[in-house]
């Protein structure tokens, strides 16, 4: 462009000093050597406007390119950010990660349609994922994805991929608790003996992940009744983690929560969980449930590629190692890839057979609100 600049300077600013005229002739010698100069400087401007314009074009091209990758991100944040940090370090790609919750952005996608800006799709439990796949709005994960990860941690479509996983638990209170009174199953929580004895977080994403679960494998009229001993017998709590930590003061015996709020809890200071123990319920109790955090590209991406290579690595050895190594305390899902090792192993939690493609969030919201519940 500097070259071009110099030389519509030269030719811009040459001089056509007309010669002596000695008659008519004189004249039309002028005007011919004139027009001349002037078919040659608006050559110069033409090609010079006709490189500028493609010049722009590429650049904007090449800014489309280079803008990378939108994530809407219902993970907990900080895990969020281990992996997109690490997939730009090995890629070279940009991602810029909007946060939110599950439910929240299941429903934002379906409302954007094939106007979001969203590339991928990441949650913390599978109803979401199973939400917007329900509207048509995943594109399918490439094969070479999907075979990171074992069958029971993705849906049988293959429109999403789980991408992690947590396990329900009874966090109890362990002096006021020993383990020959402890709950055998959950549902064992519904009796009238559990009364004023155990809370739960019922709004949120993941016990309504839970329920959902139970509804799969138990059937409503299962759900209604543990629901109904819910409202009757367990204290609402804002959130696991306040849960656990009203075991934790004594405010309650215990509380269903997700495995990682105690491991988190106790990777740090332990104040919150020092008097907390975890009862895993196994014997494919619907306590035992896993639930499969999911990864999804939306179908109406313009970043194809990059969205595919960000779920592959999320799945692959690279993506899953930063669940062993970090201070998430989620389950590695990825073939052949090992958990935290202060983690019970997955195969020996003996959770349920569920269909996570299936879990149905539309029919828990309406039981729960029934129950009087949310």
């Known amino acids: 462009m500097i070259f071009l600049t110099s030389k519509l300077e030269l030719i811009s600013q040459q001089k056509y000093t007309p010669a002596i005229t000695l008659g008519s002739s004189g004249d039309i010698a002028t005007e011919a050597i004139m027009k001349i100069a002037l078919n040659r400087l608006s050559g110069a401007f033409a090609l010079a406007?006709?490189?500028?314009?493609?010049?722009?074009?590429?650049?904007?091209?090449?800014?489309?390119?280079?803008?990378?990758?939108?994530?809407?991100?219902?993970?907990?944040?900080?895990?969020g950010r281990e992996w997109i940090d690490a997939f730009?370090?090995?890629?070279?790609?940009?991602?810029?990660?909007?946060?939110?919750?599950?439910?929240?952005?299941?429903n934002q996608i379906i409302q954007e349609g094939d106007a979001s800006p969203a590339d991928v799709f990441l949650t913390e439990n599978s109803p979401a994922m199973t939400l917007v796949d329900g509207a048509g709005l995943?594109?399918?994960?490439?094969?070479?994805?999907?075979?990171?990860?074992?069958?029971?941690?993705?849906?049988?479509?293959?429109?999403?991929?789980?991408?992690?996983?947590?396990?329900?638990?009874?966090?109890?209170?362990?002096?006021?608790?020993?383990?020959?009174?402890?709950?055998?199953?959950?549902?064992?929580?519904?009796?009238?003996?559990w009364k004023g004895r155990w809370g739960a977080?019922?709004?949120?994403?993941?016990?309504?992940?839970?329920?959902?679960?139970?509804?799969?494998?138990?059937g409503e009229d299962a759900t209604k009744a543990w629901l109904k001993g819910l409202k009757d017998n367990a204290t609402p709590y804002k959130g696991n983690s306040v849960a656990m930590k009203a075991v934790n003061a004594g405010e309650v015996e215990g509380a269903i929560i997700y495995h990682y709020y105690w491991?988190?809890?106790?990777?740090?200071?332990?104040?919150?969980?020092?008097?907390?123990?975890l009862h895993y319920f196994k014997n494919q109790d619907p306590g035992a449930f896993v639930s499969v955090s999911?990864?999804?590209?939306?179908?109406?991406?313009?970043?194809?590629?990059?969205?595919?290579?960000?779920?592959?690595?999320?799945?692959?050895k690279a993506g899953q190692a930063v669940l062993?190594?970090?201070?998430?305390?989620?389950y590695a899902v990825g073939k052949d890839a090992a958990s935290n090792d202060k983690l019970t192993p997955l195969a020996d939690l003996d959770a349920p057979k569920v269909e996570a493609s299936t879990l149905d969030s539309k029919k828990v919201v309406e039981l729960m609100t029934a129950a009087g519940l949310i």
Not at 88 to 105: A, H, L, N, P
Not at 263 to 277: H, I, M
Not at 324 to 330: C, P
């Open 88 to 106: 730009t370090k090995e890629t070279g790609i940009k991602v810029t990660m909007r946060q939110g919750s599950d439910m929240q952005f299941a």
């Open 138 to 193: 995943f594109a399918p994960i490439e094969k070479d994805t999907l075979e990171q990860v074992p069958e029971q941690y993705r849906p049988a479509d293959g429109m999403w991929t789980g991408i992690a996983a947590r396990t329900t638990v009874f966090a109890y209170d362990k002096t006021k608790l020993t383990e020959d009174k402890l709950p055998k199953s959950m549902l064992d929580l519904q009796d009238p003996a």
């Open 201 to 218: 977080a019922p709004a949120g994403a993941d016990f309504q992940a839970i329920v959902a679960a139970l509804l799969q494998l138990k």
């Open 294 to 316: 999911g990864g999804g590209v939306l179908k109406s991406t313009q970043h194809m590629k990059e969205a595919q290579a960000f779920i592959k690595y999320l799945t692959s």
């Open 263 to 277: 491991f988190g809890d106790q990777a740090k200071t332990g104040e919150n969980s020092k008097n907390v123990g």
């Open 324 to 330: 062993k190594d970090g201070d998430s305390y989620e």
């Open 49 to 79: 406007a006709s490189l500028l314009a493609a010049t722009a074009l590429a650049g904007s091209a090449y800014a489309q390119e280079s803008e990378g990758i939108v994530v809407y991100n219902a993970q907990h944040e900080s895990l």
